[in-house]
């Protein structure tokens, strides 16, 4: 049986060894498109709120490069992780480990799109949102995905940081810098991923645990789990109305905010106070279904926010 420290590479008579001629769709699916909507959600925010005006034209293709370089990194990811996937229900059926796509194809696909949208970005915007871009697609593959996830309970509080960055980029394609304001958005992405993955690690732990992946809840158990989504939540709240108080955004980003902020320091209570075991974790399940929509909410406001006041 494979386990958390097995080399990446499959055997020679799995499937994820040999692969077979994928679909565009098995393609696309490396791509990680339901994550690579909230990376280029986030990042189209960071752009709108961003100080000043970028023509529609480089707007679109600085998202562009934001969506390739988040999807490429996830080909990667799936590339080195086809062992662990294939240990797992909730992703045995990926094109890597069902032997779809080979994995030699995985990775020269996320490769070349890296540097096509890392490239992209530097010639057609500017080299510092470039830049940001390339560092958190290594951040993303190189310390999260090989450093971090498979020996430390850390791996989601550090890793976090990687999906953190767009809005920094898109906030950087506009004015060419990196600012507090940026910065905030950067922590209210960072600061909200531990509880949105901790919250899917409670109802996959067994997944987890089967594949030695070093989960929060598999090494430190439920009860603490749920203790750190609380803290938290109680953090991400505050530090969600920055961007008013830095004049980022006005009166309505802040009301959604302190809503949207109190509406999931709820949802950790309540996961608090389930017991797991005899309800399939059913509050943890609607917490990870919330957070995304915070999210997206959340980064909706500011949009709205931003379109309003003229920006």
Same mark, same amino acid.
């Given at each position: 049986?494979?386990?958390?420290?097995?080399?990446?590479?499959?055997?020679?008579?799995?499937?994820?060894?040999?692969?077979?001629?994928?679909? #565009?769709?098995?393609?696309?699916?490396? /791509?990680?498109?339901? $994550?690579?909507?909230?990376?280029?959600?986030?990042?189209?925010?960071?752009?709108?709120a961003?100080?000043?005006?970028i023509?529609?034209?480089?707007?679109?293709?600085?998202?562009?490069?934001?969506?390739?370089?988040?999807?490429?990194?996830?080909?990667?990811?799936?590339?080195?992780?086809?062992?662990?996937?294939?240990?797992?229900?909730?992703t045995?059926?990926?094109?890597?480990?069902?032997?779809? +796509?080979?994995?030699?194809?995985? /990775?020269?696909?996320?490769?070349?799109? #890296?540097?096509?949208?890392?490239?992209?970005?530097?010639?057609?915007?500017?080299?510092?949102a470039?830049?940001?871009?390339?560092?958190?697609?290594?951040?993303? +593959?190189?310390?999260?995905?090989?450093?971090?996830k498979?020996?430390?309970?850390?791996?989601?509080?550090?890793?976090?940081?990687?999906?953190?960055?767009?809005?920094?980029?898109?906030?950087?394609?506009?004015t060419?810098?990196?600012?507090?304001?940026?910065?905030?958005?950067?922590?209210?992405?960072?600061?909200?991923?531990?509880?949105?993955?901790?919250?899917?690690?409670?109802?996959?732990?067994?997944?987890? @645990?089967?594949?030695?992946v070093?989960?929060l809840?598999?090494?430190?158990?439920? @009860?603490?789990?749920?203790?750190?989504?609380?803290?938290?939540?109680? +953090?991400?709240?505050? $530090?969600?109305?920055?961007?008013?108080?830095?004049? #980022?955004?006005? +009166?309505v980003?802040?009301?959604?905010?302190? $809503?949207?902020?109190?509406?999931?320091?709820?949802?950790? $209570?309540?996961v608090?106070?389930?017991?797991?075991?005899?309800?399939?974790?059913?509050?943890?399940?609607?917490?990870?279904?919330?957070?995304?929509?915070?999210?997206f909410?959340?980064?909706?406001?500011?949009?709205?926010?931003?379109?309003?006041?003229?920006?």
């Amino acid at each position: 049986m494979i386990n958390a420290t097995t080399s990446p590479e499959a055997t020679a008579s799995s499937p994820a060894a040999r692969g077979g001629e994928g679909t #565009t769709r098995d393609y696309f699916e490396l /791509l990680k498109p339901r $994550v690579m909507s909230l990376v280029v959600f986030s990042g189209f925010a960071g752009l709108m709120a961003a100080p000043g005006h970028i023509h529609p034209l480089l707007g679109f293709t600085a998202i562009l490069c934001i969506a390739l370089a988040s999807g490429a990194a996830g080909a990667i990811n799936m590339w080195y992780e086809r062992d662990l996937d294939s240990l797992m229900k909730r992703t045995k059926d990926r094109p890597l480990p069902a032997g779809r +796509v080979a994995p030699d194809d995985a /990775l020269a696909m996320g490769l070349f799109l #890296t540097a096509c949208s890392v490239g992209l970005m530097g010639l057609a915007i500017n080299w510092v949102a470039a830049g940001i871009l390339a560092f958190a697609s290594f951040f993303y +593959v190189i310390i999260y995905t090989v450093g971090l996830k498979r020996y430390t309970p850390q791996n989601i509080v550090i890793g976090g940081a990687a999906g953190a960055f767009p809005p920094m980029i898109g906030w950087a394609a506009v004015t060419g810098d990196v600012s507090w304001a940026s910065l905030t958005l950067f922590l209210i992405i960072f600061l909200w991923t531990p509880p949105h993955f901790w919250a899917l690690a409670l109802f996959s732990n067994e997944d987890y @645990r089967r594949a030695g992946v070093p989960m929060l809840p598999v090494v430190a158990g439920e @009860r603490h789990t749920k203790w750190q989504m609380l803290a938290y939540t109680l +953090v991400l709240a505050p $530090v969600a109305l920055l961007p008013t108080w830095l004049g #980022t955004a006005g +009166v309505v980003y802040l009301a959604f905010a302190a $809503v949207l902020g109190a509406l999931f320091i709820l949802s950790a $209570v309540r996961v608090m106070r389930e017991d797991g075991a005899s309800t399939n974790h059913k509050a943890a399940r609607q917490m990870f279904g919330y957070s995304i929509l915070y999210l997206f909410a959340i980064f909706a406001a500011l949009i709205v926010d931003a379109t309003a006041r003229g920006l």
